[in-house]
């Protein structure tokens, strides 16, 4: 019984439009879950995997035109333009409603409409939302049940009359022409035609937890960032939580399921969430935070039992894999996981060896799977209450310029920092090596309003509680590199020695040094016991060159001109003080030349 009467009615505007053969219900259960496989299984639609290695697992193909985000057919829908910001793709309600709501006329003749209560975060939390989301695609239901809380669950927290964020997908045609995937901020709507690929489809990742809750968390007063969940706990069993954020391919699911080098020594990594976290200010003046997803939708290439042995372990079983390869024993492969099978078909189901010339699995290729199957899951993973933030990490990949980490002044310095968040691009990513790319807070793909707002809103949160309550910043940063391009930093479960010195900031313990660009360790604050690098490779990783830095602030400059007078004047103030002090750090150097 759906006792919601503004959900009942959309439902059935929807189904006016759309015209399925049947509309269903989705509560959540294990018995809808096994019915939904087996029929995708008798179409075709899943293919299954060997269930003694992986009980529980399935393989889906999806279309080679849809395999990935599509970024330039994502809008965020505002009267303004302007509204919108620079970095994001504008189109506005009345073009949308033009342009693509007739595309939904009919799209699901002939198919199952499916209805699909879920909730974002943990049951009875009040920082969780509510969504609805309408799909064509069994597919779609399958894993919104793993990245989600699904079903009655969500009925029971919308209540007669509670909020809920609007979803309807269709994957249409599959045609790229008539591929949309649109934003209402103020409406809380979101419309999704075109595509079954994940985060086009999967209407609860990035499309709501994301793109319309920072809009909502503008207007609430609270955060919703692109950003992992973790707790590092020492050998008394005091946990310390941080939430970091860092651009593709730069290791966050890596770092946010970490197995420390030092569990000998007592050390354990908890892990909350991989992707989103929602923060808000608690009642004692500091940051709590939750991961609003119930599952993990991570990239599969390069995990491996040497990146991630926590991730291999999760997805084991009950996992749905897309788009990668599968051997003749139908068990899942993909470049990186282990030495190649001698025989396999590839993500498109075409016979692969060694020697072809394509990659085996495709490079976006994925996995689903349920959080609570991670080893290292924290137990307050469905606190409702969620985890007391004490640091946040800004990251990216830098060859040459960035330290291995360093600590901002405070609040607003910490919000410049990740404001300037830049990334070098890999091969396997564009094409081009070494581009630099800006990624704000790693949401410049993902902000739903003008990014020139959204750093004031940062601001603002540290406004509005004292100094000493709030997380401290620090930017890292596990890619510098020699001459030749070798990684100096080992990374990885090292990792662990970087996050202690950051531990012992936040505690009022570790010891630190002036550079222009932020507090650096001392050369003997990051415990090297047990690891061969030589002090000569410890001050490379820290070096800041002036001059380098120099050179920085002009792409910083030019990023920043583009938001205009929405710009955050103590941004540009941090800017000026930086060049200052750079200018400064120049000037002995200048005065000592011949």
């Not at 001698?342 to 996995?367: C, I, M, V, Y």
């Not at 750093?455 to 000493?468: C, V």
Request: charge should be neutral; proline fraction near 7%.
């Amino acid at each position: 019984m759906i006792r919601h009467a503004g959900l009942k009615s959309w439902v059935d505007e929807v189904a006016a439009t759309t015209q399925p053969d049947q509309i269903e219900w989705c509560d959540g259960s294990e018995a809808e879950y096994r019915r939904l496989i087996d029929g995708m299984l008798k179409t075709g639609t899943l293919i299954e995997l060997n269930q003694e290695t992986h009980p529980g697992c399935y393989l889906h193909r999806s279309h080679p035109s849809d395999v990935a985000r599509t970024e330039h057919l994502t809008f965020i829908c505002t009267e303004s333009r302007e509204d919108a910001g620079p970095t994001n793709n504008w189109m506005s309600p009345a073009e949308a409603r033009q342009r693509v709501w007739p595309l939904f006329q009919g799209a699901m003749r002939g198919r199952t409409m499916y209805v699909v209560p879920y909730l974002m975060g943990p049951v009875g939390s009040p920082m969780s939302k509510v969504g609805v989301e309408i799909t064509d695609s069994p597919y779609v239901v399958v894993n919104m049940r793993t990245m989600t809380r699904m079903g009655q669950v969500a009925l029971e927290h919308l209540g007669s009359d509670g909020f809920f964020v609007k979803g309807l997908h269709s994957i249409g045609d599959l045609s790229p022409e008539r591929r949309f995937i649109c934003h209402f901020p103020k409406e809380r709507e979101i419309w999704s035609v075109g595509s079954g690929y994940g985060g086009n489809a999967l209407l609860g990742k990035k499309c709501f937890a994301l793109r319309i809750a920072s809009a909502m968390g503008r207007d609430e007063g609270w955060l919703a960032e692109h950003m992992l969940l973790m707790g590092v706990e020492d050998p008394r069993g005091e946990i310390t939580y941080l939430a970091a954020a860092f651009p593709s391919a730069c290791g966050k699911t890596n770092l946010a399921m970490m197995v420390p080098s030092l569990q000998d020594r007592g050390y354990r990594v908890h892990t909350v969430g991989d992707d989103i976290a929602w923060m808000r200010l608690g009642e004692d003046g500091r940051f709590w935070a939750i991961n609003p997803e119930s599952g993990f939708f991570g990239v599969a290439p390069g995990t491996s039992e040497k990146t991630n042995p926590n991730a291999l372990a999760t997805i084991r079983r009950n996992t749905i894999f897309t788009n990668v390869a599968m051997s003749r024993d139908r068990q899942p492969w993909w470049e990186g996981l282990s030495e190649p099978p001698a025989e396999a078909l590839d993500w498109q189901g075409r016979p692969w060896t060694p020697a072809s010339p394509t990659k085996a699995a495709h490079p976006n290729s994925r996995f689903t799977a349920p959080a609570v199957q991670c080893p290292s899951i924290s137990k307050e993973f469905d606190s409702p209450r969620g985890v007391p933030i004490s640091a946040i990490l800004f990251g990216g990949r830098r060859a040459r310029l960035a330290p291995l980490v360093v600590e901002a002044r405070g609040w607003q310095h910490g919000v410049f920092l990740g404001a300037t968040m830049a990334s070098e691009t890999t091969a396997a990513a564009t094409g081009e090596v070494g581009v630099v790319r800006n990624d704000p807070m790693a949401m410049l793909p993902f902000c739903g309003y003008h990014m020139g707002d959204y750093f004031a809103h940062w601001l603002d949160m540290g406004r509005r509680t004292a100094p000493e309550k709030l997380p401290r910043i620090f930017q890292v940063n596990w890619f510098r590199t020699d001459e030749q391009g070798r990684f100096l930093w080992p990374g990885f479960g090292e990792n662990i020695r970087v996050l202690l010195w950051i531990i012992d900031r936040v505690r009022g313990r570790g010891e630190a040094v002036e550079s222009p660009i932020g507090l650096l360790p001392t050369r003997n604050a990051i415990d090297l016991r047990g690891l061969d690098l030589p002090p000569s490779v410890m001050d490379k990783l820290l070096h800041v060159e002036p001059a380098d830095w120099l050179e920085e602030t002009e792409r910083q400059r030019a990023f920043f001109q583009r938001f205009g007078d929405r710009m955050p004047k103590a941004l540009w103030q941090e800017h000026a003080a930086l060049r200052e002090r750079l200018l400064a750090a120049l000037r002995p150097a200048q005065s000592a030349a011949p």
